[in-house]
């Protein structure tokens, strides 16, 4: 694919880079462009403001509301945001249960969600951890028993993204004990306002609070809250997670963008002698970077046009996952090594706004944050794993 070959796509990248120039905040561009993630404040205004474009479902198809975008579309799109340091989109609630509604819920479950999670209205959260299941997520033990019209829901789920935020929840809870420990299992979904839910954030490694534990006491959720059938959510929770990884399609040209960064910082740096762009260890090292994550891109981009095509992509979206992490916190710490001492002026959360200039507590921010990259979603051995099999036969 050559989109900058053709006059539509070039027409398209131009209307994309027109609207990105009238629409994203200094605020937000501002925080975006030091590293910092958006605020979840950031992420509703970025996404409502792409919805009143028509453009807030850039991957769904236009019966359900979204674009009917191309892959080559959906590309540019991305390099023209992230070029424009607007904030990625949050996923939870469009990538991950957005799709799986339209494809296997209810009407009525349509019509419900559907249209908040389009317009940011809605903020979802996956509950899948649990204490006793991470990477083996079938071991999950949060239970849910019929009764009547009701599932009645107990147990815990830990490492929830932004669930103090969030009004919904997609949840997998145990049904059924069965022989195989994939089976039994079904997905709900769960409105976060239901007595007996409590949430409780804590802190990460950067200092900030993106991840909670949710305890779910004797909660009563509709048996119409449930999606497909009951017993078969393992099917729909993997159809969820292969989606997680291949949302890595979309994040090449975040990384290019990041790679620009980083090139920015040594522009103003010293190696003691002399611009820190110029020394050659240095430009080994991002160059070497450039190529890698130049790599990426052209493989996510082929990654995009065989989900739209219906064609069964295989392990690559585990490929995707496993290559962008490594690459994110190789090229966050390049950053990180760029700014040398002022990096370590890192703002821990708490801190008075504006006490450290965002282009120094930033940097360090992303490079910490980046370290569980390599662990959500699947940890990369999972991934690892994946791949043996399904590519490998192993």
Not at 162 to 171: D, G, L, T, V
Request: neutral net charge; glycine residues 10%.
């Amino acid at each position: 694919m050559t989109p900058d070959q053709n006059e539509e796509y070039r027409a398209f990248r131009q209307e994309v880079r027109r609207f990105c120039e009238q629409n994203v905040s200094d605020a937000l561009r501002q925080r975006v462009r030091s590293g910092l993630r958006a605020t979840p404040e950031g992420f509703r205004q970025w996404q409502g403001i792409l919805f009143h474009q028509g453009w807030g479902a850039p991957t769904w198809p236009k019966e359900h509301g979204g674009t009917g975008w191309s892959p080559v579309q959906i590309h540019i799109f991305e390099q023209e945001t992230a070029a424009a340091d607007a904030p990625p989109q949050f996923h939870q609630g469009l990538e991950l249960i957005g799709p799986i509604l339209f494809t296997y819920g209810t009407e009525e479950q349509k019509a419900r969600y559907l249209p908040g999670i389009l317009s940011g209205q809605d903020w979802w959260c996956q509950g899948y951890s649990e204490p006793q299941a991470g990477s083996d997520l079938a071991g999950l033990r949060t239970r849910a028993v019929r009764d009547g019209d009701h599932y009645v829901v107990t147990g815990q789920k830990l490492w929830t993204s932004y669930a103090h935020e969030a009004n919904r929840m997609f949840c997998l809870v145990r049904t059924s004990d069965e022989s195989r420990k994939q089976d039994g299992i079904s997905l709900l979904l769960i409105d976060m306002d239901t007595p007996g839910i409590t949430v409780r954030p804590f802190q990460t490694l950067d200092e900030q609070a993106h991840v909670t534990e949710v305890f779910l006491d004797a909660v009563r959720v509709p048996v119409s809250q449930l999606v497909g059938e009951e017993g078969r959510g393992w099917s729909y929770g993997k159809v969820l997670l292969d989606r997680e990884r291949a949302l890595t399609a979309t994040l090449g040209a975040r990384l290019s963008r990041l790679l620009e960064q980083v090139r920015e910082a040594a522009r103003k740096a010293s190696d003691g002698s002399r611009n820190l762009y110029q020394n050659p260890v240095f430009r080994a090292k991002l160059a070497q970077l450039e190529i890698e994550v130049l790599a990426i891109e052209q493989m996510g981009l082929r990654m995009l046009a065989d989900n739209v095509a219906g064609v069964d992509t295989g392990p690559r979206g585990s490929m995707l996952k496993l290559r962008w992490s490594e690459l994110l916190q190789q090229t966050t710490q390049l950053w990180v090594e760029t700014l040398g001492y002022d990096a370590s002026r890192f703002a821990p959360a708490g801190s008075a706004p504006g006490s450290v200039p965002l282009d120094q507590s930033g940097p360090m921010s992303a490079y910490l944050h980046s370290r569980v990259t390599s662990i959500y979603g699947g940890s990369n051995e999972i991934q690892r794993n994946i791949i043996a099999r399904r590519a490998l036969g192993l």
